[in-house]
Each structure stands twice: as C-alpha cells, then as structure tokens.
C-alpha cells in the first residue's frame, strides 16, 4: 500500500511489456459509458471493442480505485488486460476498466475497503459485489459483441474488487483472478500487520489517496513532500496526534484508523473472508512470496474460499515476486537473487492464460494443479494436488512432519 506502489499501480505497468496505445487504437475502438447502479448512482467505464466483428468476444473486467486514464473517447491507454500484456489484445477480448464508486470520474461517495452487506433487502442497497453485478449486468445486455461470459481481475485494491466480484453472483462471470488481493487491512495486509500500524506505508498513502473528492475528476492528488530528506527523522518528531491534526484531519479513513487500535467491530465488518459463500465462478488467486504489502492476502482468500465451497475449480499460485511484481517485472530477480527463468512469462503463458482461455473462450487446454508455488531454491515451479500440503517434510525439525513448523 505504500505510495510508490499506488503510483506504480497507475504508471509502470504502461511500460511492463510491448503494448502501445497505437496498437490498441488499431485494433480496438473505445467506448465511454456512465453505467447506473441499483441506487441511482452512475459509474464511469471505459470500454475496449476489438473492432474485428466477425465473432464474438468475452469481457475482461477491471474495477479500480486508482484512475481509468487517460479519459476521453479518443485517448487510448498503452496497455490493456492482465499483465499488460499483447498475449489478450492479439488474442482479442472486450475490456473493460472502471472507477469504482467515489472515485475519480464516477458518482457516489467512496468508502475505503467497503464492508460486504450479507441482508440486501431493499433494492437500493449497495456494496461493491453489487456495483459489480449491475455494471456486468449493463455490459452483457448492452456491448453486442459480448458472447455472455465475463473474467474479473485485479491486483492490491483492484484484487480487493475482484475477490468482490466472487460475491456478486451474476451468471455471465465466469473467472475471477484476486492477486495480491486486499483481503484484511488488520490483521495481515497493508494498513496493520497483526497489529503493528506501518506508518509510513499508510501516511503517504492515505495523505493522497484518502483525501476527500468533492467532484469528479481525471486528476490525482500530489504525494506528500517532506519537510526533510530524513522521512525516518520526520517520523520521530511527530506524535500520531501530531501528525493527524497537522496533514489528516480531512482524511476519513486515517480517522477511522486512529479511531480503532484494535481489532474491532470496524475491522471486522470489513473482513470479506467469512462472505466467501456460495462461490460459482472459478477461482484463481496469485501472490508473490516477496510480497510486502498484501502476501497474506492471497493465503488466505484461497483458504477461506476452498474450505467454504467444496467442489468449485479454486486455484492457487504464489511465485518469487514483489507486490505485484508478475506484471510490473519479467520475474526473474528479486533484489541480488536471479532466478534463471522469466518467472513472469511462466506465469502469464502456462497459468493466467489458459485459465482465461479455458473459461471464457472455451479452450480445452487446461493445465492448473490446485496451487502452482515457485520453489525459490531449486529455482523451478512446483505443482501439488492440495494445499496446504499434508505431506510436508519441516527441515528444520529433524526431518519430522510437525505443522508448527
């Protein structure tokens, strides 16, 4: 969650592999829709048609809170799909990208990690999973060119948004991909660590990020500059207080963060593993095992996933990355260790891929264990029919199978 990582969220990824806005202008055409959810509320969305209308295409749905730039009907991005990669624009897919609800060009107001509402009673109830159902619902009733089926992915926040798409439960979404995904800002990603508050984490990202938005805009907010060149100084001259009541007041959930130390019912409410119920869609969660902001996330939406919904194609895979490092790097370092491989190319041709393939354009080819690890010593992948293994082996425990290891 640290602002570098927002901004590389939004900028590096324009430059991960070789896509350019002149290719995607030749070979799509782009659509600007205000798409009305169930309360009234209208959510920006841009939409990519491949402009080739001999067939029919699946869409690749992206909601984030991190700006679908640049606007405009002409403006055309660098990159579209997972990975940002040519691997779907040549393979030909509808995209889609959306500001969620409160969030750059889209109506609403914006709340930060939304807690899912389990008694939608009346109609005008809304949390993600249902801004989900309805922008899909608008997208297969209206884009003509949709064959009816839908893939949801994301990374960080927009793995958040993605995990909530497994709770919208609308027919046409037949693949979700949450990777790093925001899963509990407590207990184990980004905000706290069991716990422990990363500071500056989440004062440079809240200082941008958590700043109210009064209108819409294509515009982010400045990071914050410090006062000295010595951040870690400029932390230990500052209280919490200190620091709220100079730079956050305006910052709604920094107030909520300073307002719940503990693991509360704040927390609790905005804790999404207990929702995952009644899952239909398939399942692929990824994570990186160097991941500083949200590797526990992506443990445990495969966990609680698989252990409340016996029977549905729920996939893992945990490679030797950085957050987000499967599509904003090739994967094959992590700081001084090389691994020999593009790990990031493994990833995306033996296992994103096909798993996108196989459930919206009905590709046979199908190759997924039910979790995929890199193994960072014997620098190659590994693949297991459960996990957690039971069968383990803990080295540092005489050899013995002992879970506390």
Same mark, same amino acid.
């Given at each position: 969650?640290?602002?570098?990582?927002?901004?590389?969220? &939004?900028?590096?990824?324009?430059?991960? #592999?070789?896509?350019?806005?002149?290719? %995607?202008?030749?070979?799509?055409?782009?659509?600007?829709?205000?798409? $009305?959810?169930?309360?009234?509320?209208? !959510?920006?969305?841009?939409?990519? &048609?491949?402009?080739?209308?001999?067939?029919?295409?699946?869409?690749?749905?992206?909601?984030? /809170? *991190?700006?679908?730039?640049?606007?405009?009907?002409?403006?055309?991005?660098?990159? !579209?799909?997972?990975?940002?990669?040519?691997? *779907?624009?040549?393979? $030909?897919?509808?995209?889609?990208?959306?500001?969620?609800?409160?969030?750059?060009?889209?109506?609403?107001?914006?709340?930060?990690? +939304?807690?899912?509402?389990?008694?939608?009673?009346?109609?005008?109830? %809304?949390?993600?999973?249902?801004?989900?159902?309805?922008?899909?619902?608008?997208? &297969?009733?209206?884009?003509?060119?949709?064959?009816?089926?839908?893939?949801?992915?994301?990374?960080?926040?927009?793995? #958040? *948004?993605?995990?909530?798409?497994?709770?919208?439960?609308?027919?046409?979404?037949?693949? &979700?991909?949450?990777?790093? /995904?925001?899963?509990?800002? =407590?207990?184990?990603?980004?905000?706290?660590?069991?716990?422990?508050?990363?500071? =500056?984490?989440?004062?440079?990202?809240? =200082?941008? =990020?958590?700043?109210?938005?009064?209108?819409?805009?294509?515009?982010?907010?400045?990071?914050?500059?410090?006062?000295?060149?010595?951040?870690?100084?400029?932390?230990?001259?500052?209280?919490? $207080?200190?620091?709220?009541?100079?730079?956050?007041?305006?910052?709604?959930?920094?107030?909520?963060?300073?307002?719940?130390?503990?693991?509360?019912?704040?927390?609790?409410? +905005?804790?999404?593993?207990?929702?995952?119920?009644?899952?239909?869609?398939?399942?692929?969660?990824?994570?990186?095992?160097?991941?500083?902001?949200?590797?526990?996330?992506? #443990?445990?939406?495969?966990?609680?996933?698989?252990?409340?919904?016996?029977?549905?194609?729920?996939?893992?895979?945990?490679?030797?990355?950085?957050?987000?490092?499967?599509?904003?790097?090739?994967?094959?370092?992590?700081?001084?260790?090389?691994?020999?491989?593009?790990?990031?190319?493994?990833?995306?041709?033996?296992?994103?891929?096909?798993?996108?393939?196989?459930?919206?354009?009905?590709?046979?080819? *199908?190759?997924?264990?039910?979790?995929?690890?890199?193994?960072?010593?014997?620098?190659?992948?590994?693949?297991?029919?459960?996990?957690?293994?039971?069968?383990?082996?803990?080295?540092?425990?005489?050899?013995?199978?002992?879970? +506390?290891?």
């Amino acid at each position: 969650m640290k602002f570098i990582v927002t901004l590389n969220i &939004v900028l590096c990824y324009a430059f991960a #592999f070789a896509q350019d806005s002149v290719y %995607i202008k030749t070979n799509y055409e782009k659509f600007e829709y205000m798409i $009305k959810m169930r309360d009234g509320k209208k !959510l920006y969305t841009a939409v990519f &048609v491949p402009r080739d209308k001999s067939k029919k295409y699946p869409i690749l749905l992206n909601r984030t /809170p *991190y700006s679908c730039q640049p606007y405009g009907k002409n403006a055309y991005p660098n990159t !579209l799909g997972p990975g940002n990669t040519k691997k *779907y624009t040549d393979e $030909k897919f509808i995209f889609v990208k959306q500001d969620v609800r409160g969030r750059f060009m889209s109506e609403g107001e914006f709340e930060d990690v +939304r807690a899912f509402e389990t008694n939608k009673s009346k109609k005008t109830t %809304i949390d993600e999973a249902s801004d989900t159902y309805d922008a899909v619902d608008w997208l &297969v009733k209206n884009i003509t060119e949709c064959n009816g089926k839908v893939g949801v992915y994301g990374i960080s926040y927009p793995g #958040f *948004y993605a995990s909530m798409a497994a709770l919208a439960y609308h027919p046409a979404i037949k693949a &979700v991909s949450p990777q790093a /995904p925001v899963t509990n800002w =407590f207990l184990g990603d980004d905000v706290r660590h069991n716990g422990a508050f990363f500071l =500056f984490d989440t004062f440079s990202f809240d =200082f941008v =990020f958590g700043k109210p938005r009064y209108a819409p805009t294509t515009k982010w907010r400045k990071g914050f500059t410090y006062p000295t060149p010595d951040a870690y100084a400029f932390y230990l001259e500052h209280t919490l $207080k200190e620091l709220t009541e100079k730079y956050m007041d305006s910052c709604r959930f920094w107030m909520e963060e300073m307002a719940h130390p503990n693991y509360d019912a704040f927390w609790k409410a +905005r804790d999404i593993r207990p929702h995952f119920k009644n899952v239909k869609c398939a399942v692929l969660t990824v994570g990186g095992l160097h991941d500083a902001e949200d590797c526990w996330g992506g #443990f445990e939406t495969y966990k609680w996933i698989e252990k409340q919904n016996p029977g549905i194609d729920n996939k893992l895979v945990e490679g030797p990355w950085f957050h987000g490092g499967w599509a904003r790097s090739d994967g094959s370092y992590f700081g001084d260790i090389r691994f020999g491989r593009n790990t990031s190319e493994d990833y995306l041709n033996e296992l994103e891929f096909p798993f996108f393939m196989h459930y919206l354009k009905d590709e046979k080819n *199908y190759p997924l264990a039910e979790a995929t690890l890199f193994d960072i010593g014997a620098d190659q992948w590994r693949k297991f029919t459960e996990w957690p293994v039971k069968s383990a082996v803990c080295r540092f425990n005489g050899g013995h199978n002992n879970n +506390r290891c």
